[in-house]
C-alpha cells in the first residue's frame, strides 16, 4: 500500500502564506509526477500545480506567479508554497502521485485533502 499525507493547511488572511506538505509513504518502486489539486464547496476538483521527477513544473493560471511546487526526491516529499493568498484560493487542497509499487504496478494515489481557508 502507498499511503500519501498532507499537512500544513489552515486558516490565513488574504495576502498571507501557507505552506503545504505532502509525505508519500508504503511500498514505491518509484514516483513520477507529483500534483496538487484542490476542490471548492460546490465546483469540481482542479490541478493546481504538478512536477515531474527531473523538477518540470506545470501551474494553473490561477496560481502562477503566487505558488511555488517543489520536491524532495530522497524524501518522497511534495511541497506547496502558497503566497499572495486570495479568498477564491479557500478550497480543501489535495495531493496526488503517479507511481509505481513495488509489484511494479502503476498507480494513480490521493492524499486525505487538506483545508485551506483564506478570509478576507
Known amino acids: 500500500q502507498v499511503q500519501l499525507v498532507e499537512s500544513g493547511g489552515g486558516l490565513v488572511q488574504a495576502g498571507g502564506s501557507l505552506r503545504l506538505s505532502c509525505a508519500a509513504s508504503?511500498?514505491?518502486?518509484?514516483?513520477?509526477?507529483m500534483a496538487w489539486y484542490r476542490q471548492a464547496p460546490g465546483k469540481q476538483r482542479e490541478l493546481v500545480a504538478d512536477?515531474?521527477?527531473?523538477?518540470?513544473?506545470n501551474y494553473a493560471d490561477s496560481v502562477k506567479g503566487r505558488f511555488i511546487i517543489s520536491r524532495d526526491n530522497a524524501k518522497n516529499i511534495v511541497y506547496l508554497q502558497m503566497n499572495s493568498l486570495k479568498p477564491e484560493d479557500t478550497a480543501v487542497y489535495y495531493c496526488?502521485?503517479?507511481?509505481?509499487?513495488?509489484?511494479?504496478?502503476?498507480?494513480?494515489?490521493w492524499g486525505q485533502g487538506t483545508q485551506v481557508t483564506v478570509s478576507s
Open positions: 496526488n502521485a503517479d507511481l509505481v509499487d513495488r509489484d511494479l504496478a502503476r498507480l494513480r494515489s
Open positions: 508504503g511500498r514505491i518502486f518509484s514516483l513520477n509526477v
Open positions: 512536477i515531474t521527477y527531473g523538477g518540470r513544473t
